[in-house]
């Protein structure tokens, strides 16, 4: 099957600070990739819609300016948490669609200090 | 907006047969997706099953879909140990420009106990 990948895995960090978290898709193209954000057994909500070579598509209540998406190429995205502060400390992951489908990665986990 | 609804603990006995229920209220929901997720760890898909399906078998595991009642039914035949983990169910959006925006249940977390 196909496989998503997400670096880092777990990253800690400082309030204020920024912080980048890649997605790749390995072995296909994905024009379309998602993050979501799941907070501790809580189920996973999304929070944009990453589209290659054009402006991410947020979900209401998501600040675009503190979550910055690019999505470079067909098969990397990038989610950068701006100015992090500790609520934001959560569990990152994103998806890609292949065929009908959609693959997760792995997750990054976020704590913010 | 969609809404997906699931039973949040299941517990079985080792080697007993599985099943998480899951309901949704979306009527133009294209796929509906069972995934697994162990502790610390990402989705991993499990099986889906299209829209104007009634049934779907994979190995150990079996998709029930009842369109009319919006009610899809994963079964875990023989259940292990290993099956342990929080398994969430999802509906597709038909498309336009929300076309592969998945909408989660809030996650059953199965124990199997030996």
């Known amino acids: 099957g196909a496989v998503v990948s997400q670096h880092p895995s777990r990253v800690i960090c400082k309030s204020g600070t920024s912080v980048k978290i890649e997605c790749r898709s390995l072995?296909?193209?994905?024009?379309?990739m998602f993050w979501y954000r799941q907070f501790p057994k809580q189920s996973l909500m999304l929070m944009a819609t990453s589209n290659e070579g054009s402006k991410a598509t947020y979900e209401q209540g998501v600040e675009k300016d503190k979550f910055l998406i690019n999505h470079a190429s067909l098969t990397l995205s990038t989610l950068t948490v701006t100015s992090a502060h500790p609520e934001d400390s959560s569990f990152y992951i994103c998806s890609a669609i292949a065929g009908e489908t959609q693959y997760f990665g792995p997750g990054t986990r976020l704590l913010v200090l | 907006g969609e809404d997906v609804e699931q039973s949040l603990f299941l517990s079985v006995r080792e080697g007993d047969s599985s099943v998480i229920n899951c309901t949704y209220t979306d009527s133009s929901s294209t796929y509906l997706y069972w995934y697994k997720q162990e502790p610390g760890a990402g989705l991993q898909l499990l099986t889906y099953?299209?829209?104007?399906?009634d049934m779907k078998q994979d190995q150990r595991l079996t998709v029930l879909l009842n369109k009319k009642d919006k009610h899809l039914s994963l079964r875990i035949a023989d259940t292990q140990t290993g099956d342990s983990a929080i398994y969430f169910c999802a509906e597709a959006d038909a498309g336009g420009t929300s076309y592969g925006k998945l909408t989660f249940g809030q996650g059953t977390i199965l124990t199997v106990h030996p």
């Open positions: 072995d296909f193209q994905a024009t379309t």
């Open positions: 099953i299209f829209s104007n399906m």
